[in-house]
């Protein structure tokens, strides 16, 4: 066959990553790795909530004021229970927070491509991105959250 009878592929699946590009991918790499990472270094609280604590940050002040738990509460919790390979836990502790401790471990390796090699591959993950998928992680987010309110220890 001629060199030149050869179909190049299009020029989206030619494209290398710039320099921007893969500054961007070693930075979302760096801040998903350091996530895990702390995740791992962490010892998840038992009550589902917490964790934040062993980081000097101060008890949530939402549920100090109203006694119920703020929209992001048994985050730092699920991420260290998914870290520490307590898939069920994590989910019980706070879904949405397990969801996202997945997406975060994921997000790493398209970045670190993108980073590394110079694909697109962060770039390319854009697409979850879109109106829809916010929409839907907003009313995943808020079913996680009423999920907490109806699991919340009463005083």
């Not at 190049?8 to 990553?17: N, T, V």
């Not at 930075?27 to 995740?39: N, P, R, T, Y």
């Not at 004021?65 to 502790?93: E, N, Q, Y």
Request: net charge positive.
């Amino acid at each position: 066959m001629h060199a030149s009878a050869v179909i190049a592929p299009p020029a989206s699946l030619r494209a290398r990553a710039t320099l921007g590009d893969r500054a961007i991918g070693a930075l979302v790499a760096c801040v998903c790795l350091s996530v895990v990472a702390i995740a791992c270094w962490l010892t998840p609280a038992d009550q589902g909530f917490g964790t934040h604590r062993q980081l000097g940050l101060a008890p949530c002040g939402w549920a100090v004021a109203f006694g119920k738990p703020c929209l992001t509460c048994g985050m730092t919790t699920s991420f260290s229970l998914m870290a520490h390979g307590r898939i069920v836990d994590s989910f019980l502790a706070q879904p949405a927070g397990a969801v996202l401790s997945v997406l975060t471990a994921a997000f790493f390796w398209p970045a670190a491509h993108q980073a590394v090699l110079g694909s697109l591959a962060l770039h390319r993950c854009g697409v979850l991105f879109s109106t829809r998928m916010l929409w839907i992680g907003g009313i995943g987010l808020a079913a996680a959250w009423a999920y907490k309110f109806v699991t919340w220890p009463s005083a």
